[in-house]
């Protein structure tokens, strides 16, 4: 088959490591791209930026499929942009559809649907400005996140919180770096797992992926996003 690798590499001499927390880079590309070709097929990597759509078009006729794990560009809805590009073209891709990946990126949709079919998740608040007051059903410690980010963009080693005077020290910064609202988590302390599943009809489950702490300093919170 011949795939369209469609990414977001990191850009090189990075003064703001932050700004681009979700792109990957050059090396993790590449070695994607080498565990694609191992199994017969030809890659072509596409770092996608405002072009997307045209670059696509353009090589529709040699494109089999789309393996996308671009970040996209900006905006609440950006990391829909090459599955919406792939529906117009008409163009088979992989991953989630353009509305699971845009409410995926939105923690606070993503716990309102968990949160209606009776799936567990930590008690939450969206703040849209410093002067909101806390939930009083809602307990220290709290963890801090911009609402519309992913790959621990944004989260540091303060926004685990403990009192309201450091609750609304790191609300007020993130508004203010990320110009979005921000969400409020109850804090779980305990042992973390990613479970991929793949396909709809008859879903197979992958091996379970335990994320590890251990290396961490004993200062550093045991946190992702």
């Not at 097929?41 to 789309?66: C, G, M, P, Q």
């Not at 671009?70 to 090459?82: C, T, Y």
């Not at 008690?123 to 410093?130: L, S």
């Amino acid at each position: 088959m011949n795939i369209a690798l469609t990414c977001s590499i990191k850009p090189d001499g990075l003064s703001d490591k932050d700004k681009y927390a979700e792109f990957d880079s050059k090396e993790t590309i590449n070695d994607l791209a080498k565990a694609i070709e191992a199994n017969g097929h030809s890659v072509t990597i596409i770092n996608v930026d405002e072009n997307i759509f045209e670059t696509l078009r353009k090589n529709k006729n040699k494109i089999d499929i789309v393996f996308n794990v671009a970040e996209g560009l900006a905006g609440e809805f950006r990391e829909s942009i090459v599955q919406v590009c792939c529906e117009i073209l008409g163009i088979p891709y992989h991953g989630p559809s353009p509305l699971t990946a845009a409410i995926t990126l939105n923690k606070a949709k993503t716990k309102e649907i968990l949160i209606a079919n009776n799936i567990p998740t930590p008690k939450f608040q969206v703040f849209y400005n410093i002067d909101e007051e806390l939930n009083k059903n809602i307990h220290f410690p709290l963890l801090i996140k911009p609402v519309l980010e992913g790959s621990s963009k944004g989260i540091f080693n303060e926004n685990l919180v403990s009192n309201e005077a450091e609750l609304k020290k790191i609300v007020s910064k993130i508004i203010k770096n990320y110009n979005q609202p921000v969400i409020v988590e109850e804090f779980l302390n305990g042992r973390e797992f990613t479970v991929s599943v793949i396909g709809y009809e008859n879903p197979i489950v992958l091996p379970i992926v335990e994320v590890k702490f251990d290396h961490l300093p004993k200062d550093i919170h045991p946190m992702d996003s």
